[in-house]
């Protein structure tokens, strides 16, 4: 296991965590959006990226 994994203090993610962006890529304010990736993971992978 790996010590100080998570440096935010949040528990386990939500539905209600993930509802908003749904709801955003299903409403027409993204009618132009194509190709994206949404990363949820309230900071956790920040130490992954350069």
Not at 4 to 13: A, D, R, S, W
Not at 38 to 49: F, L, P, Q, S, W
């Amino acid at each position: 296991m790996i010590a100080n994994y998570h440096q935010l203090p949040v528990g386990l993610l939500e539905p209600e965590d993930i509802a908003g962006i749904v709801i955003f890529l299903a409403s027409p304010a993204a009618q132009y959006i194509t190709g994206i990736t949404v990363d949820i993971a309230a900071g956790a992978n920040a130490r992954y990226t350069a």
